[in-house]
């Protein structure tokens, strides 16, 4: 399972903080995916962790991004700088093979607002 | 980028029909797209992986067909619980910048 956690308000130009929890498995395996989805939009995929390490983001929002691992505490985060109300959405995390995403976290909606 | 584009926005269809959703993709991705299924409030579900698998315990009732540029996603005789927005994704590119479509509403008639 996967379970997101963090702030749910952000104020602009901040940095936007959130961590997945992995349980009932171990996270030294596998692509690390976060997600994001604005009210009523669709899906973007926002940039992976492969448990080594290695990172890849979507360039769109690459120079604002940042995903790590620990695997001592079987969780990885999410770091989003400067963030905007263009951020505002709910923010999955999930697990895939390099490829397709097989299991999702239940979301957590991150507002940004003063 | 590899842009995603759906058909219709909505769906209207009457339980028991059949509903097919349309994918395309701005260039070949092959076979490397997924469907997903996402429902309100809840997090999307993986229905379909290399454009035509279906993921573990997923009715047969659900699809998938096509290759290069042009996915369909079927699902025959459409129950209650299938009511839902449905989503396709391509994962051609590597290193990945993986998109997804817009979206399929599949709402009752």
């Known amino acids: 399972q996967l379970q997101e956690s963090g702030p749910g308000l952000v104020k602009p130009s901040e940095t936007l903080s959130l961590t997945c929890t992995v349980s009932?498995?171990?996270?030294?395996?596998?692509?690390w995916s976060w997600i994001r989805q604005p009210p009523g939009k669709g899906l973007e995929w926002i940039g992976y962790?492969?448990?080594?390490?290695?990172?890849n983001y979507n360039p769109s929002l690459e120079s604002r991004v940042t995903i790590s691992i620990d695997k001592s505490k079987n969780h990885f985060s999410l770091k989003m700088s400067s963030v905007t109300a263009a951020d505002t959405a709910v923010y999955y995390c999930?697990?895939?093979?390099?490829?397709?995403?097989?299991?999702w976290g239940q979301g957590t909606l991150v507002t940004v607002s003063s | 980028e590899i842009v995603m584009t759906q058909s219709p926005a909505t769906l209207s269809v009457s339980p028991g029909e059949r509903a097919t959703l349309s994918c395309r993709a701005s260039?070949?991705?092959?076979?490397?797209l997924a469907w997903y299924q996402q429902k309100p409030g809840q997090a999307p579900r993986l229905l379909i992986y290399?454009?035509?698998t279906r993921a573990t315990g997923v009715p047969a009732s659900f699809s998938g067909s096509g290759s290069g540029t042009e996915f369909t996603l079927t699902i025959t005789s459409l129950q209650s619980e299938d009511f839902a927005v449905y989503y396709c994704q391509q994962y051609k590119n590597w290193p990945p910048s993986w998109t997804f479509g817009q979206g399929t509403k599949v709402e009752v008639k």
């Open positions: 962790i492969y448990y080594s390490g290695g990172t």
């Open positions: 999930a697990l895939g093979d390099g490829s397709y995403f097989d299991y």
């Open positions: 009932g498995g171990s996270i030294s395996r596998s692509y």
């Open positions: 260039q070949s991705v092959s076979s490397n």
């Open positions: 290399a454009a035509s």
